[in-house]
């Protein structure tokens, strides 16, 4: 009985041990990406806001909409996994955006996606309602160290939002 009660104590002492070892493991490693090595990518946001317009004057996102550039970190990195690398970038005037981006040696694509938004919308000469806009999904051709890449986001007629 005695050696049954010693191999228990024995046990618990083992576990307990490992147990309290885990505690003390370093967290993992944040994964850092090179940002020495880009490429930029351009774009244009278009939206149409005015849906009686005859001009052909082309209609924007409203400035301050944002606009995400993503890419799988291990497009970057070789002990990347499967989580997004975001860039930001922000639509100014004429629709107009830019963001530099990180890339590999090997070349890297990126999805770029436009942040919804809200307008009031010119459905006919005498009435505005209010539309939500999403933005289709756009993705960049293979950049290269150095290389610029131009992109057209699109937010269609939007749906109207109540």
């Not at 070892?21 to 850092?32: H, M, R, W, Y």
């Not at 909409?65 to 990195?77: E, G, P, Q, S, V």
């Not at 933005?135 to 051709?141: G, L, M, Q, R």
């Amino acid at each position: 009985m005695k050696r049954i009660f010693s191999f228990f104590a024995a046990a618990v002492v083992v576990l307990s041990l490992g147990l309290s070892g885990c505690a003390n493991e370093d967290p993992a490693e944040p994964l850092v990406v090179n940002t020495n090595k880009t490429a930029t990518i351009n774009g244009i946001a278009h939206a149409t806001l005015d849906a009686v317009t005859t001009s052909s004057d082309p209609q924007y996102a409203p400035s301050g909409t944002k606009i995400f550039l993503k890419t799988y970190y291990y497009n970057l990195i070789s002990s990347g996994g499967s989580d997004y690398y975001v860039v930001e970038a922000t639509v100014g005037e004429s629709g107009k955006f830019s963001a530099a981006v990180p890339v590999s040696d090997n070349g890297t694509s990126y999805t770029i996606v436009g942040d919804s938004f809200t307008a009031t919308k010119k459905v006919t000469s005498d009435k505005s309602e209010t539309y939500k806009y999403t933005a289709s999904t756009v993705y960049s051709p293979t950049l290269q160290v150095g290389a610029s890449g131009f992109v057209t986001v699109e937010y269609g007629g939007g749906s109207q939002y109540k």
